[in-house]
């Protein structure tokens, strides 16, 4: 996700993955280390690149969503004793995938197309 759509959900893309530092014990935070994992597991052939994007990050954060979507669902209908601690989890999961699928979208619309074309040196104000 692009850093104005990961404000747009109330992420702090400088400092974290995740809206609340109470995430940081599920994992969730995003460090230096992670990232840079991230980028040595990266190919560095143009079309191998966008296959990798698209499954390590568009196909599992869909999927991830999904799940979590379908969890917060649970959660609303059978309530419980701490249901009201995901109160509005579901419309949030709701906002949030449709930003990323909007983001998805542009970049297989537009992002992809030219990282194949040979208009390459017009990308660079894409990408910030």
Known sequence: MGNDTMRAIGVDSATSCAPDPAFAESGMLCDGATLVQSAEDAPEATDALIDFIQQRYHDSQLNDLEELLRLAQ???????????????????LLRT??????QIQEDESFLFPMMLSSERPRMTFLIH
């Open 74 to 92: 649970e959660v609303d209908l059978h309530g419980g004793s701490g249901a009201r601690s995901f109160y509005g989890a579901v419309g949030l």
């Open 97 to 102: 995938r449709a930003l990323l699928t909007a």
